[in-house]
């Protein structure tokens, strides 16, 4: 009798079982799971236990779900102008998706992770892929990286380290880009005073105070909450390399920049920005009905006040839609 190889979908039953009985085994084997950090503060001894373990089966590494993260490639297919030529660096790429989403659409792509098993599982996947796959350490990465890129795409590495790392980690993202660059952040959110058990660790709004005193210009913060292709609180937001004055707090921004809009679960991703028309931060312009019927489902914009163009976004319980703004490179 034929055995069926095992299934490649993570949607299908069978691929979800086997991810959820590898969860068990290694976060049995986790010590950050008991609270245990210090020896390991970056959780490397960890992470390749987790691609050693998994014999090349991507259901058993939880973050492996073998497509671009949909807040990523919603991005990219957004870009009015287009990605081609700029130079691209995706952190902690695992098997790759990220990494190729950037290069197909023209972007010039150096991606790394710092389990070596876990680059060679990424070129496997795509031998002949243009990006340049490299094994490396964000903490110790090659000088010649320094300013290099005009892009750093970030998704899920931040939340997975010690949290005492994360200022740290930010200035090194900050000096990897080229005067002007851009840091593409997508991470799961939570409030500032939400208890949590992790790992991973959802950021809390103060990491964009953190970010600005790393040398970061936050131009775009998205607040979402889950939708039909993102089950939980995420953040997508883009920083741009720069200073900008200490006074600048998050909750000034949150004062002077927030618009408050919803986002349903059956809306699918947020687009990162289909070019209408320019959009006023006057928050008068939205019914407080409608937000107030937002508690719970809303998707919070912070935008730096420079050149915004709207797009749509449906309206919980309301045939109107409202409008906000694009994320562009």
């Given at each position: 009798?034929?055995?069926?190889?095992?299934?490649?979908?993570?949607?299908?039953?069978?691929?979800?079982?086997?991810?959820?009985?590898?969860?068990?085994?290694?976060?049995?084997?986790?010590?950050?799971?008991?609270?245990?950090?210090?020896?390991?503060?970056?959780?490397?001894?960890?992470?390749?236990?987790?691609?050693?373990?998994?014999?090349?089966?991507?259901?058993?590494?939880?973050?492996?779900?073998?497509?671009?993260?949909?807040?990523?490639?919603?991005?990219?297919?957004?870009?009015?102008?287009?990605?081609?030529?700029?130079?691209?660096?995706?952190?902690?790429?695992?098997?790759?998706?990220?990494?190729?989403?950037?290069?197909?659409?023209?972007?010039?792509?150096?991606?790394?992770?710092?389990?070596?098993?876990?680059?060679?599982?990424?070129?496997?996947r795509f031998p002949q892929s243009k990006v340049d796959y490299c094994t490396a350490d964000l903490f110790a990465?090659?000088?010649?990286?320094?300013?290099?890129?005009?892009?750093?795409?970030?998704?899920?590495?931040?939340?997975?380290?010690?949290?005492?790392?994360?200022?740290?980690?930010?200035?090194?993202?900050?000096?990897?880009l080229a005067p002007g660059g851009k840091l593409l952040l997508v991470a799961r959110a939570r409030s500032e005073?939400?208890?949590?058990?992790?790992?991973?660790?959802?950021?809390?709004?103060?990491?964009?105070?953190?970010?600005?005193?790393?040398?970061?210009?936050?131009?775009?913060?998205?607040?979402?909450?889950?939708?039909?292709?993102?089950?939980?609180?995420?953040?997508?937001?883009?920083?741009?390399?720069?200073?900008?004055?200490?006074?600048?707090?998050?909750?000034?921004?949150?004062?002077?920049?927030?618009?408050?809009?919803?986002?349903?679960?059956?809306?699918?991703?947020?687009?990162?920005?289909?070019?209408?028309?320019?959009?006023?931060?006057?928050?008068?312009?939205?019914?407080?009905?409608?937000?107030?019927?937002?508690?719970?489902?809303?998707?919070?914009?912070?935008?730096?006040?420079?050149?915004?163009?709207?797009?749509?976004?449906?309206?919980?319980?309301?045939?109107?839609?409202?409008?906000?703004?694009?994320?562009?490179?």
């Amino acid at each position: 009798m034929t055995t069926s190889p095992p299934s490649l979908d993570p949607a299908s039953p069978e691929f979800q079982a086997r991810r959820a009985e590898a969860r068990k085994i290694i976060d049995a084997i986790d010590p950050a799971m008991q609270g245990v950090m210090a020896a390991d503060s970056k959780r490397q001894e960890w992470f390749e236990t987790v691609y050693s373990k998994a014999e090349d089966d991507p259901a058993r590494v939880p973050w492996a779900n073998l497509s671009a993260h949909p807040l990523t490639s919603a991005f990219v297919e957004g870009q009015i102008r287009g990605i081609t030529g700029l130079r691209v660096l995706d952190i902690g790429c695992g098997l790759g998706d990220n990494a190729e989403c950037f290069a197909a659409a023209g972007a010039k792509v150096t991606a790394f992770d710092f389990v070596a098993q876990a680059v060679e599982w990424a070129k496997r996947r795509f031998p002949q892929s243009k990006v340049d796959y490299c094994t490396a350490d964000l903490f110790a990465l090659p000088d010649e990286w320094r300013g290099g890129f005009d892009l750093v795409h970030e998704c899920y590495t931040l939340q997975a380290i010690s949290q005492p790392l994360i200022p740290q980690a930010l200035g090194i993202l900050a000096s990897l880009l080229a005067p002007g660059g851009k840091l593409l952040l997508v991470a799961r959110a939570r409030s500032e005073d939400e208890e949590v058990s992790g790992p991973p660790w959802p950021l809390p709004p103060s990491v964009f105070d953190i970010a600005k005193t790393q040398g970061f210009e936050p131009l775009v913060i998205e607040d979402i909450t889950a939708t039909a292709n993102v089950g939980r609180r995420h953040w997508r937001a883009v920083l741009r390399r720069g200073v900008i004055s200490e006074e600048w707090t998050f909750s000034q921004r949150e004062k002077v920049c927030a618009r408050r809009f919803v986002f349903t679960s059956d809306a699918g991703t947020p687009p990162a920005h289909p070019a209408c028309a320019s959009v006023s931060l006057d928050s008068s312009s939205h019914s407080a009905s409608a937000a107030a019927s937002a508690r719970a489902s809303s998707l919070r914009c912070f935008a730096n006040c420079a050149a915004l163009v709207g797009w749509m976004i449906k309206a919980s319980g309301s045939a109107s839609a409202a409008s906000t703004f694009p994320m562009r490179v």
